[in-house]
């Protein structure tokens, strides 16, 4: 098997010498083992098979990782895999700290890596849950009630604003600060638009 084309991008972007610039380097290395495409994805270095998104690697402030877009479906018998995020569905990531640490798990890695290739290459899915499985906040089922063009315009949202929608109003901890970012966004979905757009 030959080595994947390493992208030029991704060369820039490690040229720089960020704070983790090293251990994404040596990341990078045990990716480029395998057979994937090397990409460069939302600044960073991302890795696909079959033209699909399995592999990113990425900073964060005191940790940077080797996330897997569909680590959910890993076998994990260390408990290396975190999710990152209480409604992150498919994604799970190993926070690296030190290049020592790439170093004593390099095999584990390889492991994680190797399943995630074939779990591509064999096309298994992860079931997501549906916009119909969330809760709708009551404050905004009383919106609803009051204003049905609010409902109907809520309703034609694409099934990922809706999503963020419930997910941005529910993570409010008072009834009246779900009522407020409501009627901050009355506008973006009366004009179909998601709450960040």
């Not at 490690?14 to 395998?34: G, M, N, P, T, Y």
């Not at 939302?42 to 699909?52: A, I, R, S, T």
């Not at 897997?68 to 018998?77: A, I, N, Q, S």
């Not at 926070?95 to 290739?117: E, F, G, M, V, W």
């Amino acid at each position: 098997m030959s080595k994947p084309e390493r992208n030029p991008k991704v060369d820039a972007y490690l040229d720089k010498k960020s704070k983790w610039s090293q251990e994404i380097s040596a990341l990078r290395e045990l990716v480029l083992e395998f057979d994937v495409q090397e990409d460069f994805k939302w600044y960073q270095p991302c890795y696909k098979v079959n033209g699909k998104n399995i592999i990113i690697l990425g900073p964060f402030k005191d940790f940077c990782v080797l996330s897997f877009f569909k680590g959910v479906l890993l076998e994990d018998p260390k408990n290396l895999l975190e999710q990152m995020g209480e409604n992150s569905q498919s994604s799970r990531v190993v926070k690296i700290t030190s290049l020592d640490q790439i170093a004593s798990h390099k095999n584990d890695y390889r492991d994680l890596i190797k399943q995630a290739i074939n779990n591509e290459k064999e096309g298994k899915k992860v079931a997501m849950k549906t916009t119909s499985e969330y809760e709708v906040p009551e404050e905004l089922k009383l919106m609803f009630n009051e204003n049905p063009d609010l409902k109907t315009a809520f309703e034609k949202l694409t099934p990922g604003r809706q999503r963020g929608y419930l997910l941005h109003i529910s993570a409010a901890k008072q009834s009246k600060t779900r009522f407020a970012r409501i009627e901050k966004f009355i506008p973006n979905i009366m004009q179909g638009k998601g709450f960040q757009e």
